[in-house]
Nanobody, 126 residues
Framework: QVQLVESGGGLVQAGGSLRLSCAAS????????MGWFRQAPGKEREFVAA????????SYADSVKGRFTISRDNAKNTVYLQMNSLKSEDTAAYYC???????????????????WGQGTQVTVSS
């Protein structure tokens, strides 16, 4: 069982930056593929970025490529989402997710994840 706690959300102007963090409990964090998803009011949860357990492979939604970067520090049991050049359409609740997986696998669909955080709100003002 893994517990995930997100932090770092907030209100930012368009063009600004935020860094989200997701801290995980447990001692085998490197065995978990991790991902970030987001959900805006009235919309379905959508994939943002994912990273393999080893950190060697990443995947991004087309809408965030070149602006967002996912990374992880397995020694700190933490995954990050650096968000630059934020747009109003990035406004959403952002969720961290995890699943046990071989170190080279990335998971890009919500149903592939077993564990979810409570979410952190990101609001981008235009």
């Amino acid at each position: 069982q893994v517990q995930l706690v997100e932090s770092g959300g907030g209100l930012v102007q368009a063009g600004g930056s935020l860094r989200l963090s997701c801290a995980a409990s447990g001692r085998t964090f490197s065995s978990y593929a991790m991902g970030w998803f987001r959900q805006a009011p009235g919309k379905e949860r959508e994939f943002v970025a994912a990273i393999s357990g080893s950190g060697g492979r990443t995947s991004y939604a087309d809408s965030v490529k070149g602006r967002f970067t996912i990374s992880r520090d397995n020694a700190k049991n933490t995954v990050y989402l650096q968000m630059n050049s934020l747009k109003s359409e990035d406004t959403a609740a952002y969720y961290c997710a995890g699943v046990t997986s071989p170190g080279y696998i990335v998971v890009v669909v919500p149903r592939g994840y077993a564990y979810w955080g409570q979410g952190t709100q990101v609001t981008v003002s235009s």
